[in-house]
T-cell receptor
Framework: GENVEQHPSTLSVQEGDSAVIKCTYS??????FPWYKQELGKGPQLIID?????GEKKDQRIAVTLNKTAKHFSLHITETQPEDSAVYFC?????????????FGKGTKLSVKP | EAQVTQNPRYLITVTGKKLTVTCSQN?????MSWYRQDPGLGLRQIYY???????DKGDVPEGYKVSRKEKRNFPLILESPSPNQTSLYFC????????????FGPGTRLLVL
């Protein structure tokens, strides 16, 4: 089955710097890659996702890149702000497949220091 | 407002005392699931439901039960809680199923003494 590995487990950056979180997946059939942000005391919330027919997607300060050949995808946050501090989860699945299931990485705790 | 709600948000109980955590969604989603979150282990799926009266085991189902009698509700039942079930629990729902975007509730923090 699918296995998703996420690195680093903790990341500390200075406000204004960029942050990058990387995930690798094992099943080459996976084609849907969402990223979730979990703020303290809240449930994970989708912040951006990418499907295998594109290599990059941006939404303001957040971008996700996908390398299908290498089976890895990354979250990039530019101009980080203290409110970006949270736990971030990547996930992978075979979208809409009858046997598909969203498999999560173990999470990255991002701390943005003012 | 479209949302997934869970109750209670915090619960302290003792070993062996049956408890139920409720979950409700107002988005008319067919798919619902339960996860537990533990430090260093990420999100692990307990049970999921593809539709009313259709439930199946996730990765860590031991010690848990679920039911899906109505589309909007998916309660998690711990019939005899043990300390190793101390965890943070999340309910989630999805329009397109288990491989697509999940919408999570706010979480229930459970302590079993």
């Amino acid at each position: 089955g699918e296995n998703v590995e996420q690195h680093p487990s903790t990341l500390s950056v200075q406000e204004g710097d960029s942050a990058v979180i990387k995930c690798t997946y094992s099943d080459s059939a996976s084609n849907y890659f969402p990223w979730y942000k979990q703020e303290l005391g809240k449930g994970p919330q989708l912040i951006i996702d990418i499907r295998s027919n594109v290599g990059e997607k941006k939404d303001q300060r957040i971008a996700v890149t996908l390398n299908k050949t290498a089976k890895h995808f990354s979250l990039h946050i530019t101009e980080t702000q203290p409110e970006d501090s949270a736990v971030y989860f990547c996930a992978a699945s075979i979208s809409r497949g009858s046997q598909g299931n969203l498999i999560f990485g173990k999470g990255t705790k991002l701390s943005v220091k003012p | 407002e479209a949302q997934v709600t869970q109750n209670p948000r915090y619960l302290i109980t003792v070993t062996g005392k049956k408890l139920t955590v409720t979950c409700s969604q107002n988005m008319n989603h067919e798919y619902m699931s339960w996860y537990r979150q533990d430090p260093g282990l990420g999100l692990r799926q307990i049970y999921y439901s593809m539709n009313v009266e259709v439930t199946d085991k996730g990765d860590v189902p031991e010690g848990y039960k679920v039911s899906r009698k109505e589309k909007r509700n998916f309660p998690l039942i711990l019939e005899s809680p043990s300390p190793n079930q101390t965890s943070l629990y999340f309910c989630a729902s999805s329009f397109f199923g288990r491989s697509e975007t999940q919408y999570f509730g706010p979480g229930t923090r459970l302590l079993v003494l």
